[in-house]
């Protein structure tokens, strides 16, 4: 049963891979400073799997083919950061990042994560947490946000699928946990852009 799991899950991947080889890239982006500046403030070095996997996926975004990827790794294995750097050269090209967690307790993690980043090594996120547990008022006023453009990382539960909330400009969707969530889900997301790259964790 886990083999025909696996292998379901791995050919869906494969599939989605070659009908994405067909879609073009609709934010395609360019080389920054801001990604290599982030790299040489960190306090350690990439692994070379790490840098590896970041070099592939750097590739993808100034590449002509729209990415569909999916990071695989024990955790502890640095897969964030490579996300980080990701949704990074997302933002320093104008578009906007979503990253997708399947809990709020991971969700405000990667958050405050990202916020220490900002305070840190002065990245130039934006971002916005959007929870189920916030009040009604909170979650207008971070969708007001995302919907004007003036947020350019996303950072949420299922909350960033719901119908109401409207991205300006959505570029990469980042989902972490991603065997946590449902095909329909993660679609979702997807959808609320006009072909966003996709990072699946």
């Not at 360019?30 to 590896?52: C, G, H, I, Y």
């Not at 750097?85 to 969700?107: F, K, R």
């Not at 993690?109 to 090594?121: G, L, M, S």
């Amino acid at each position: 049963l886990v083999f025909d799991e696996f292998f379901e899950f791995l050919f869906l991947i494969r599939s989605s891979q070659r009908l994405n080889k067909e879609l073009p890239n609709n934010h395609k982006m360019f080389e920054t400073a801001d990604t290599v500046r982030f790299l040489e403030k960190l306090p350690f070095p990439l692994t070379k799997s790490q840098n590896k996997v970041w070099q592939e996926i750097r590739e993808d975004l100034l590449g002509e083919s729209c990415m569909n990827r999916l990071v695989q790794g024990d955790v502890g294995s640095g897969k964030t950061i490579v996300a980080v750097l990701a949704l990074l050269m997302t933002a320093a090209n104008g578009y906007q990042g979503a990253l997708m967690a399947p809990t709020e307790v991971l969700a405000v993690q990667h958050f405050e994560t990202i916020q220490k980043y900002v305070t840190e090594y002065g990245l130039l996120f934006c971002p916005v947490l959007l929870v189920g547990s916030m009040t009604a008022k909170e979650k207008r006023a971070a969708c007001e946000k995302i919907a004007a453009g003036e947020t350019n990382l996303i950072i949420g539960t299922h909350a960033l699928i719901q119908e109401k909330v409207q991205y300006r400009s959505l570029g990469l969707v980042v989902t972490d946990e991603q065997h946590r969530f449902g095909v329909r889900q993660r679609e979702l997301l997807a959808q609320k852009g006009e072909d966003p790259h996709i990072l699946v964790m």
